[in-house]
């Protein structure tokens, strides 16, 4: 077999061996002997190259025209499609994700670079009436600076483009802390730039253990800025440091997202729709559909139709192209959920079986589960378990529903299935989370729509779409007299 690959860090448009002689094992979820790349323990010292690399670059970067820069973000989109399939590939090995979501998910990298490379070119600002006569009043906005993005491994390649397009686009420069999990992804979105010709230190990657490299980048003088997506114990502790630094952050912490199906609804789509947002690559998304809430009266019919749905759902490596339910990332992981549900105080209601052949037996695959009847205060019904889980609650009606709903600390997503409007309206003023939708899964959201949650969710800013601009720039008021 083929030494895996050992990765280096992108600094300044080069390629730089860390400082550090330790690695990390960057491993196929889907086949445990099969190790993706080495991943370098990144240092202090690399931390403070790539800032300084994505300071030299800040002046230029940020004195390019929007125009130019549209330009570049075009080419980069251009450079990614061109390896659309050697990446999806590469992201399917090495997080786990079905073939399918994989190639999908590279596609819509460059829908996301695209969409950016168009918001280079809209206008900064506004103009305001003055008080004073004759004084022309308007406002700026500007680019902050360097910014630290740090992403997890679950959508390796769209969360770090969804934070890096718009901050180039609007004339920062980055410093990119990838999962160790998906570091191989990551390279390669940075060849992609390369190849693209963006200049150098305007993109720069370092690659390590976030305890060590997320402190340093953090706390480096240059970085004016952090998008954080991941746990909300490591969220809270960037908030924290971001804020010792009076430096402007964003954390993006997961959710405990819900269904609500309401009597009059079409209980076919709602339990196709909740199936899938709950175990398709493995329930690994923080917009996963964790929780359903059901109407009393129609409980029994539509978990019935749930558990055929789910049923059908095809488990397989992740290089079938027919799986819907892959691999989780981990061992750690796995343990992780069986714990869970070996200590919980509720009914399972269906329980998948993984094949006996050798192809499962390497790697980390749980079967999907359904229980019912969990305590409203339980670990299932409070704790993102990041896996193919689903826990069920009945619900009296609406009011009933949506107060159930709202019970965890979490705010990211929740969808509602119903026929009423006055139901749907009444919903959509009382539930408490970032995107919300009705007749469809809490899964995914549009590139060009924001993105965020309440609560435990998110700090409040939101990702994707106009409102990035918000988080990545910084308006500053100008009154010119006569």
């Known amino acids: 077999m083929t030494a895996p690959t050992r990765l280096r860090h992108f600094v300044g448009g080069d390629w730089r061996a860390s400082e550090s002689d330790s690695w990390i094992a960057d491993v196929n979820p889907s086949d445990a002997s099969d190790v993706v790349a080495q991943v370098p323990r990144g240092t202090d010292d690399d931390v403070r190259a790539a800032v300084s690399a994505a300071e030299r670059a800040l002046p230029g970067w940020r004195a390019m025209s929007g125009p130019a820069r549209a330009e570049l973000l075009y080419k980069w989109a251009a450079a990614i499609g061109e390896r659309q399939e050697e990446i999806g590939q590469l992201v399917a090995r090495e997080v786990g994700k079905p073939i399918g979501e994989a190639r999908g998910e590279v596609g819509r990298c460059v829908m996301i670079l695209r969409y950016y490379a168009g918001e280079a070119v809209r206008e900064i600002g506004d103009v305001i009436p003055a008080q004073s006569a004759g004084a022309l009043q308007f406002t700026l906005r500007q680019p902050l600076g360097v910014v630290a993005l740090i992403t997890p491994w679950n959508f390796p390649v769209a969360i770090p483009l969804w934070k890096a397009a718009p901050a180039l686009a609007f004339g920062n420069t980055i410093v990119l802390k990838p999962a160790e999990a998906s570091a191989a992804s990551a390279i390669a979105l940075a060849e992609c730039a390369a190849a693209a010709g963006l200049p150098p230190g305007v993109v720069n990657v370092v690659l390590g253990a976030g305890d060590v490299v997320g402190p340093a980048l953090i706390g480096a003088p240059a970085v004016q800025a952090v998008s954080f997506t991941g746990s909300a114990r490591i969220g809270a502790t960037v908030a924290a440091a971001a804020a010792a630094r009076n430096i402007r952050y964003q954390t993006e912490m997961g959710?405990?997202?819900?269904?609500?199906?309401?009597?009059?609804?079409?209980?076919?789509?709602?339990?196709?729709?909740?199936?899938?947002?709950?175990?398709?690559?493995?329930?690994?998304?923080?917009?996963?559909?964790?929780?359903?809430?059901?109407?009393?009266?129609?409980?029994?019919?539509?978990?019935?139709?749930?558990?055929?749905?789910?049923?059908?759902?095809?488990?397989?490596?992740?290089?079938?192209?027919?799986?819907?339910?892959?691999?989780?990332?981990?061992?750690?992981?796995?343990?992780?959920?069986?714990?869970?549900?070996?200590?919980?105080?509720?009914?399972?209601?269906?329980?998948?079986?993984?094949?006996?052949?050798?192809?499962?037996?390497?790697?980390?695959?749980?079967?999907?589960?359904?229980?019912?009847?969990?305590?409203?205060?339980?670990?299932?019904?409070?704790?993102?378990?990041?896996?193919?889980?689903?826990?069920?609650?009945?619900?009296?009606?609406?009011?009933?529903?949506?107060?159930?709903?709202?019970?965890?600390?979490?705010?990211?997503?929740?969808?509602?299935?119903?026929?009423?409007?006055?139901?749907?309206?009444?919903?959509?003023?009382?539930?408490?989370?970032?995107?919300?939708?009705?007749?469809?899964?809490?899964?995914?959201?549009?590139?060009?729509?924001?993105?965020?949650?309440?609560?435990?969710?998110?700090?409040?800013?939101?990702?994707?779409?106009?409102?990035?601009?918000?988080?990545?720039?910084?308006?500053?008021?100008?009154?010119?007299?006569?």
């Open 255 to 482: 959710g405990k997202n819900v269904a609500i199906v309401m009597p009059d609804a079409d209980l076919q789509l709602a339990a196709t729709l909740t199936a899938a947002g709950a175990m398709r690559y493995a329930g690994q998304k923080c917009t996963a559909t964790s929780r359903v809430v059901v109407a009393r009266e129609v409980e029994g019919e539509f978990l019935d139709v749930l558990r055929a749905q789910v049923a059908a759902l095809p488990l397989g490596p992740v290089t079938d192209p027919n799986a819907a339910v892959g691999p989780v990332i981990s061992q750690q992981s796995r343990d992780s959920i069986r714990k869970a549900l070996e200590s919980m105080d509720a009914e399972c209601i269906y329980a998948g079986e993984i094949p006996a052949s050798a192809e499962f037996s390497r790697g980390y695959f749980l079967a999907p589960t359904i229980v019912r009847g969990a305590a409203a205060d339980s670990e299932l019904a409070q704790r993102e378990l990041f896996g193919p889980v689903l826990a069920s609650f009945a619900a009296d009606d609406l009011d009933h529903a949506i107060a159930l709903a709202n019970s965890t600390p979490y705010g990211l997503s929740a969808s509602l299935f119903t026929r009423d409007l006055r139901a749907a309206l009444r919903y959509i003023d009382r539930i408490e989370a970032g995107m919300v939708r009705v007749n469809g899964d809490t899964t995914g959201v549009d590139p060009h729509a924001p993105f965020g949650g309440m609560k435990s969710s998110s700090s409040g800013s939101r990702e994707q779409g106009p409102a990035a601009r918000e988080f990545y720039t910084e308006i500053k008021t100008v009154q010119i007299n006569p």
